[in-house]
């Protein structure tokens, strides 16, 4: 149950929900419409939840035909054979007078007018299987708002886990799902900076996602998520930031565990002025596997963005990344950057990249994009080799030279040291062969 003290939030799992129990499948929509009722959560939502439920038995799975989805095939993938399980949901923050930072189930009631206005605002739940799927059963929600004006100066911690193992009686023998929310409303001239650090057990897990960003005239919002999922967990992430005029949204991941990580990451620049930076770190091994697709949709004049993507991968592991930046007509002045960079560092390891401009206008200051995919800089280690570092120490401390343009720029304090920290700790073990 849900508690809320002064500047924390927290819930623990619950197993009353109809949605979790038999006969049915959670995911059908009298099942959903009950659970929601169950719940005694608004009519305005249990008919946004049962809308979502419709679209998710109406939709197939997304394709390999599709470009963003070329390298990633769910094609022997069943959502509804992944059973919801309860997250444990922790929120930490010191919030000025009038924010919010907190589940999304006690929001309904405190912020009533903001979550309905903007809750699915900028992704609805029609768009494909996975976000319908969250759109019905979501059930790790959390909306952070902050008025106008508001400063938050230390960073929002919002921890979320999941415990359960397949075959416990949380999932009656299905594989687990869960279904995380996030809803970010920061009015005009406020600033927060938001860490979402997200865990899970090595059982199966299957994770859609979905993040909705509005950042209002001047306002300034970072999003830094951490993710250290288990080693049979499937992310499937889409966030969306609204820009308004003068705004700055700065989104940064780093994708260090789970067996796949899709994430589609994207920044509608409406608002003059308004600045998007997406940041990204994979560090693979194994078999995993990540696949970024960015957008930046410069709508508005003299609008700017940055896109850097790096990954590091051992193994068998491979990554995708696949940036659009869109300049509109309406869109004079605008300037972006798009970049991926890739290190293989053993030989079956693959990196696939597509950056995209798309440029409608001839009035930009600016529109560039950069690929690289290769080994490690063999001077580079050759120095390191002979100061007496070995092999393996070498790497290390390459890999995480590399990632450090991507740390310094999310500006938290002690990522860089502990982004290093995993950096050793998961190539001491690496295959490199």
Known sequence: MAQTTPGLASTSPSSSDPASEGGASPYAEQQVARAALHRAEPAWLVDRRAEGARAFAATAMPTTALRPWRYTDVSTLSIEEHAPVPPTLRVEAELPAGAYAGPLAEALDSHADVVRAQLGSLVAGTEGRFIAANTALWNAGVLVHLPRGAVCEQPIIIDLSVDAQAGDGATDGAPAA???????????????????????????????????????????????LDGRWGERTREFTTLRSRVGQGATVEVATLAIGGRVVKQTLESLLL???????????????????????TLQDHVAPRTTSKVEIKAALAGASRSVYYGLTRVEE?????????????????????????????????????????????????DALFYLQSRGLDDRTALQLLVAGFFQSVARRISLEGLEEDLAAVVHDKLAVADLS
Not at 273 to 286: F, I, P, Q, T, Y
Not at 352 to 366: A, C, G, Q
């Open 178 to 224: 869960l279904l995380p929310r996030l809803l970010v409303v920061v009015e005009a001239q406020a600033q927060a900076t938001i860490v979402v650090r997200l865990r899970s057990t090595d059982a199966p897990l299957l994770v859609p996602a979905v993040a909705e960003i509005i950042a209002g005239d001047h306002a300034t919002v970072r999003l830094l």
């Open 271 to 293: 608002g003059e002025g308004a600045h998007s930076d997406l940041r990204g770190v994979a560090l693979g091994d194994g078999e995993q596997h990540f696949d970024f697709v």
């Open 330 to 378: 309406t869109a004079a002045g605008a300037a972006a950057e798009q970049e991926n960079r890739n290190l293989l560092l053993s030989g079956h390891a693959k990196a696939d990249s597509d950056p995209v401009l798309e440029i409608l206008t001839s009035e930009v200051i600016r529109c560039g994009h950069a690929a690289t995919v290769g080994p490690v800089d063999r």
